[in-house]
């Protein structure tokens, strides 16, 4: 069982930079391999970058890519999300995601731990 805990979402400008966090309960959060996902209203909930727990192979959705920057610190049970030049189409609640593999995938569908969400709204 993993237990998931976002922070660091807030309000800011386009242009600006955030870095999310999600800590995660367990003793094996280094043999999960992670994901961030986002969901705007009336939006289906989209993946946006993904980390594997063998080699920390990266992976991300074309709308964040050199933009965004996925890491984790498995001593600290805890992945981030450095998003840098934020745009207002960036809004959204994102979610950390885990399951125990080690690939990374796309479809939220393939993810058996959510957090709670953490509100990111860029304004123009």
């Known amino acids: 069982q993993v237990q998931l805990v976002e922070s660091g979402g807030g309000l800011v400008q386009a242009g600006a930079s955030l870095r999310l966090s999600c800590a995660a309960s367990?003793?094996?959060?280094?043999?999960?391999?992670m994901g961030w996902f986002r969901q705007a209203p009336g939006t289906e909930r989209e993946f946006v970058a993904g980390?594997?727990?063998?080699?920390?192979?990266?992976s991300y959705a074309d709308s964040v890519k050199g933009r965004f920057t996925i890491s984790r610190e498995n001593a600290k049970n805890t992945l981030y999300l450095q998003m840098n030049s934020l745009k207002p189409e960036d809004t959204a609640v994102y979610y950390c995601?885990?399951?125990?593999?080690?690939?990374?995938?796309?479809?939220?569908?393939?993810?058996?731990?959510w957090g709670q969400g953490t509100q990111v709204t860029v304004s123009s």
């Open positions: 995601a885990a399951f125990n593999g080690g690939t990374i995938y796309s479809s939220p569908s393939q993810y058996d731990y």
């Open positions: 980390i594997s727990w063998i080699g920390g192979k990266t």
């Open positions: 367990g003793r094996t959060f280094s043999r999960y391999s």
